[in-house]
């Protein structure tokens, strides 16, 4: 399991007619500690907080997976 946490910042903020575009940083916890940044569209910062994680999780489980 992956256990990691994310900050989003706002570039442009969703109207009900625009999707928003985030800036999401997620970083790891041991032994999985590393940093990502991902630029996202989204509908709100917490869709972008979750596909942010999602990414991360993702691209973790592909290096840990090369590693072995």
């Not at 903020?13 to 800036?23: E, M, S, V, Y």
């Amino acid at each position: 399991m992956i256990l990691a946490n994310a900050v989003v910042d706002v570039i442009k903020p969703a109207t009900p007619q625009r999707i928003g575009h985030f800036k999401v940083e997620v970083w790891g916890k041991a032994p999985h500690d590393y940093v990502r940044t991902y630029e996202i569209l989204a509908k709100n910062e917490t869709t972008a907080a979750q596909q942010g994680i999602a990414r991360f999780v993702k691209e973790i489980e592909a290096l840990t997976a090369e590693g072995s």
